[in-house]
T-cell receptor, first 114, second 112 residues
Framework: GEDVEQSLFLSVREGDSSVINCTYT??????LYWYKQEPGAGLQLLTY?????DMKQDQRLTVLLNKKDKHLSLRIADTQTGDSAIYFC??????????????FGQGTTLQVKP | DVKVTQSSRYLVKRTGEKVFLECVQD?????MFWYRQDPGLGLRLIYF???????EKGDIPEGYSVSREKKERFSLILESASTNQTSMYLC???????????FGPGTRLTVL
């Protein structure tokens, strides 16, 4: 299909790891992104991965990319209450160089319980 | 840091009014985007622009138009607002190459 898919809700306890999963559709997508949206705010770019990589780590965040299965995940280590938000994955489709557009998933609401 | 600002956080308009939503970015980005965000529908692309005076339709352009007279400013226009245009509107600009999109704080528009 056309959609980028994510599960809608994830609940974890503070201090645990969170894993948010995403499947995308276009095998030629060049970049894949993770965004965070806190209540009432715009989207904040967390991290992105180029399609020729399979892992990227940035402090508590680890992105894993399985290009064969078109599966992207975001792992948050030592999850804190401040991590509670909606997390969107997005794939960049079409275009080259400075063109193309992002297709977003519907977002996963992460609830962190103290 | 990239800064994307939107002219209003909250806006209330009446059906039939012409509405202007302004977006300004300070990083000299060529690409700018307008989305609307609705519960259960995620983000949907309305229009985007690759450069000054250029515009491309996104997935849901009906009822909207845009203006890009200067590189830093991208305006979304609702020619005649309708109640089904009540939504959160998000503007973004994009860094070159693989850089991600940077979003403004959003404008929550209510059309009565």
């Amino acid at each position: 299909g056309e959609d980028v898919e994510q599960s809608l809700f994830l609940s974890v306890r503070e201090g645990d790891s969170s894993v948010i999963n995403c499947t995308y559709t276009d095998s030629s997508s060049t970049y894949l992104y993770w965004y965070k949206q806190e209540p009432g705010a715009g989207l904040q770019l967390l991290t992105y991965i180029f399609s020729n990589m399979d892992m990227k780590q940035d402090q508590r965040l680890t992105v894993l990319l399985n290009k064969k299965d078109k599966h992207l995940s975001l792992r948050i280590a030592d999850t804190q209450t401040g991590d509670s938000a909606i997390y969107f994955c997005a794939e960049r489709r079409g275009g080259s160089g400075n063109t193309g557009k992002l297709i977003f998933g519907q977002g996963t609401t992460l609830q962190v319980k103290p | 840091d990239v800064k994307v600002t939107q002219s209003s956080r909250y806006l209330v308009k009446r059906t039939g009014e012409k509405v202007f939503l302004e977006c300004v970015q300070d990083m000299d980005h060529e690409n700018m985007f307008w989305y609307r965000q609705d519960p259960g529908l995620g983000l949907r692309l309305i229009y985007f622009s690759y450069d000054v005076k250029m515009k491309e339709k996104g997935d849901i352009p009906e009822g909207y138009s845009v203006s890009r007279e200067k590189k830093e400013r991208f305006s979304l226009i609702l020619e005649s607002a309708s109640t089904n245009q009540t939504s959160m509107y998000l503007c973004a600009s994009r860094a070159p190459a693989g850089g991600g999109q940077y979003f403004g704080p959003g404008t929550r528009l209510t059309v009565l």
